[in-house]
């Protein structure tokens, strides 16, 4: 299964919050409170997106975490990589060449699936993430909410894939 470490969970419900007051300073203990993430849980992320790059730390009585970086500007992929490292669903795809290369078929499309995924989670930045903090009515699907454009033989695939 791919899917998200808990704290990469858990940093991006952080972020997120963080993110509909970008420029305050934000407590632990109050991420803490408004996220029901554990106080524990929170300083250890905090100090993890601090070395990432991603959050600062000012000391002091009103001191807290904010932002290094506009919302818009930190996507979902630089919190993963912050946490977990490169976006990979293959160990090929990150140190290139394995045991098996001479007779695998399965790099250049794992290859094409790790640009896929990295491209929609680099897609989502915390400044879309804030905003379904506190989403308004919808009407309509816009287009611009689903970026990713797939080569048109992926059909067949697709297809394939619901007939089961």
């Known amino acids: ?3 998200l470490g808990k704290l990469t969970d858990y940093a991006t419900v952080l972020l997120a919050a963080m993110a509909a007051a970008p420029k305050r300073l934000h407590a632990a203990q109050e991420l803490s409170r408004s996220t029901a993430v554990a106080a524990p849980t929170v300083a250890k992320l905090m100090k993890q997106l601090q070395q990432g790059g991603l ?3 000012v000391r002091g009585a009103r001191g807290g975490y904010r932002l290094l970086l506009a919302p818009a500007q930190v996507t979902v992929a630089d919190v993963i990589r912050a946490l977990e490292g490169p976006i990979a669903v293959t160990d090929c795809v990150v140190h290139g060449a ?3 290369e001479a007779g695998c078929g399965a790099k250049a499309p794992f290859r094409l699936i790790n640009a896929a995924i990295t491209q929609a989670l680099e897609a989502v930045t915390l400044a879309d993430m804030a905003a379904s903090l506190n989403p308004a009515p919808r009407i309509a699907v816009k287009a611009q909410e689903f970026p990713l454009q797939f080569h048109p033989a992926n059909r067949q695939v697709n297809a394939h894939v ?3």
């Open 55 to 57: 959050v600062e730390s």
């Open 162 to 164: 619901r007939r089961r």
């Open 98 to 100: 394995c045991a098996l």
């Open 1 to 3: 299964m791919l899917k």
